[in-house]
């Protein structure tokens, strides 16, 4: 049973760049929801996606943007990357309505 | 709005003894979820327990328990006879709105296990 998968590891950017990191959720689930997981701090919700379409966001500016496909994996894309965006950036995948989330290895991503 | 307290940025504790992590959360909804999450090096959040706010009980597993304090808004984690394998970032976790799952999380205590 695969879990939650991520795509890339790592990533390095130039400010003003454009970045998109993939998820593919656990088997069975059809929630995927992304989170910026900051040096020294606890993740914070990106948004969430569901029958592919943005079920809630949390604050983060119209610079992040998501897409989710039929097959229930993800894409978060973030455009004119700034230095604060170096993250590690998490997806969690769900059963709509249900807990827990089950969480990726994650995406390091570094803006130069 | 929803947050999460957790006041130890870093704990230590002796392999086989029992280390208590504090967490203290705040939310006006009477129905809700509390977790504790593990971030090893690995970098996946692991979930170690969680808690429904409606059940009194305190919830176990295995050598992890926690100590719910409804009316104090309090969630602490207790591992007891402490392995080595169990050093990481521990996160406590809150969700109040079900069906969207959007967790809030605390800033994190790291667990060092001293052999």
């Known amino acids: 049973d695969a879990g939650v998968t991520q795509s890339p590891t790592h990533l390095i950017k130039t400010r003003g760049q454009q970045v998109t990191l993939r998820c593919s959720p656990k088997s069975g689930h059809d929630t995927v929801s992304w989170y910026q997981q900051a040096l020294g701090q606890g993740p914070q919700f990106i948004f969430q996606y569901y029958e592919e379409e943005e079920r809630q966001r949390g604050n983060f500016p119209d610079r992040f943007s998501g897409h989710q496909f039929p097959n229930y994996s993800s894409e978060l894309n973030v455009n004119a990357l700034l230095l604060g965006d170096s993250a590690l950036y998490l997806c969690a995948s769900s059963l709509d309505g249900g807990s827990p989330l089950h969480f990726g290895n994650g995406t390091r991503l570094t803006v130069t | 709005a929803q947050t999460v307290t957790q006041s130890q940025p870093e704990m230590s504790v002796q392999e086989a003894e029992t280390v208590t992590l504090s967490c203290t959360y705040d939310?006006?909804?009477?129905?809700?979820?509390l977790f504790w999450y593990k971030q090893p090096p690995s970098r996946q959040m692991i979930l170690v327990i969680r808690?429904?706010?409606?059940?009194?009980q305190n919830a176990t597993e295995n050598r992890f328990s926690v100590n719910f304090q409804k009316a104090a808004k309090s969630f602490s984690l207790k591992i007891s006879d402490s392995q080595l394998g169990d050093a990481a970032m521990y996160f406590c976790a809150e969700i109040s709105n079900f069906g969207n799952e959007k967790l809030t999380f605390g800033t994190g205590t790291r667990l060092t296990i001293i052999p």
């Open positions: 808690q429904e706010a409606y059940k009194q």
């Open positions: 939310t006006s909804e009477s129905d809700y979820y």
